[in-house]
């Protein structure tokens, strides 16, 4: 057994400010690294999603307006993923409380607000209930990516239940 001494009176470095980050609308709800491009991606509550660059903290990019904030987002480097609609570009996927929105690129000067595909996340025939009702969370693996979709129960009532959706990450179709 290996014993390890630590001296309490000197302190631990855990962590090494690299770049401060600001904006004014910088209300962050979700962050996300990707070392490899050089990139942060954040959701703000602006309703945007901007994309950061690493080395000098100024946002190279800015994808708006959503209907709602951004809670959720998921960035792929093009070897990080294995969609065969999108081989050989970079992923980008945001979730809102309406959707879930799917942006490639190969070079990040060819990203816009023109998304690949939106996938509806609630339904749109009970406009009173989808203001309360809300299940955040989505997971991309292979080919396909799972997330809840929220759905009434009853018209007259403000219960609702969810269904665990399954679709295919090249489309956006769940089968």
Not at 19 to 39: A, G
């Amino acid at each position: 057994m290996i014993a390890t001494t630590i001296d309490y009176a000197q302190p631990i470095k855990v962590a090494m400010l690299l770049c401060k980050f600001f904006s004014p609308t910088f209300q962050n709800i979700i962050l996300h690294f990707l070392q490899e491009l050089d990139l942060m991606v954040s959701g703000s509550a602006d309703l945007t999603t901007k994309i950061w660059s690493l080395s000098t903290g100024k946002v190279v990019k800015s994808i708006g307006e959503f209907s709602h904030l951004v809670v959720h987002l998921v960035i792929h480097n093009s070897s990080q993923h294995s969609l065969q609609n999108f081989k050989g570009k970079n992923i980008l996927i945001t979730m809102t409380k309406d959707f879930l929105t799917l942006f490639s690129w190969s070079e990040i000067g060819e990203l816009s607000d023109a998304w690949n595909y939106q996938i509806p996340l609630n339904p749109s025939d009970c406009f009173v209930w989808k203001k309360i009702f809300f299940t955040p969370g989505m997971q991309l693996y292979g080919q396909k990516i799972a997330f809840v979709i929220q759905v009434a129960m009853f018209d007259t009532h403000t219960v609702g239940d969810a269904d665990l959706v399954i679709a295919d990450a090249n489309t956006g179709t769940a089968k």
